[in-house]
Structures are given as C-alpha cells and as structure tokens.
Nanobody, 126 residues
Framework: QVQLVESGGGLVQAGDSLRLSCAAS????????MGWFRQAPGKERESVAA????????DYADSVKGRFTISRDNAKNTVYLQMNSLKPEDTAVYYC???????????????????WGQGTQVTVSS
C-alpha cells in the first residue's frame, strides 16, 4: 500500500520560510518522479514543482520560481519543498504526488499523477 505523508505546514508571516516534507512508503521511491501541488479555497489544484526520479531535473510554476526549491533524498524516501519569501497568495493546502514519468509543471495535470498524500495546510498572513 502506497503512502505519502506530508508534514511541515503551518501559519507564518509574509516573508517567512517553511520546509515541507513528504515521506513515501510502499513504492520504489527512486523510480518515481515526485511533485508538489497546492489548492487554495475555491480554486483548482495546481502544480507547483516537480522533480525527476534522480533529482537531476526540476521545474517550477512561474508563481514560485526563485522562491521555492524542490529536492529529494532517495535514501530517505523523502521529497522536500523549501519555500522562501512566502506571500499571502501562497496560502493553500499543499499535496505531494508521485508518478512514474517526469513531466514539466506546465504540461502536467493532477489526473496524470498516481499517488497522493493527504495534504498539509500552509497559511501566510500579511
């Protein structure tokens, strides 16, 4: 049984940083591309960042480029999202997801991803 468990969310002020983690189990982690998505109230789920199985390829949504960094540790079966210079518009539930083939953020849709975590809330106050 595949499980993706996010952690690290919370309430912060604009300009602060947070580091999200997603621990995976029940799959051969190093064979999966990983992604982070977010969903704000009343909005569709959107892709934020993606990383290939080896970590050699990454991609970001324009809205977070230069502020967020996705990385992975295959020895720990964990993917991370370092979020700096947070803005109120970053407020959302953040989800990690897994799929077999890497895809750029702009060309991927939520339905393309096989496995999902339960999400972690990030709230940024102004």
């Amino acid at each position: 049984q595949v499980q993706l468990v996010e952690s690290g969310g919370g309430l912060v002020q604009a300009g602060d940083s947070l580091r999200l983690s997603c621990a995976a189990s029940g799959l051969t982690f190093s064979r999966y591309a990983m992604g982070w998505f977010r969903q704000a109230p009343g909005k569709e789920r959107e892709s934020v960042a993606a990383v290939s199985w080896s970590g050699s390829s990454t991609d970001y949504a324009d809205s977070v480029k230069g502020r967020f960094t996705i990385s992975r540790d295959n020895a720990k079966n964990t993917v991370y999202l370092q979020m700096n210079s947070l803005k109120p518009e970053d407020t959302a539930v953040y989800y990690c997801a897994a799929r077999r083939n890497y895809s750029n953020v702009k060309t991927t849709l939520p339905r393309d991803w096989l496995h999902w975590g339960q999400g972690t809330q990030v709230t940024v106050s102004s």
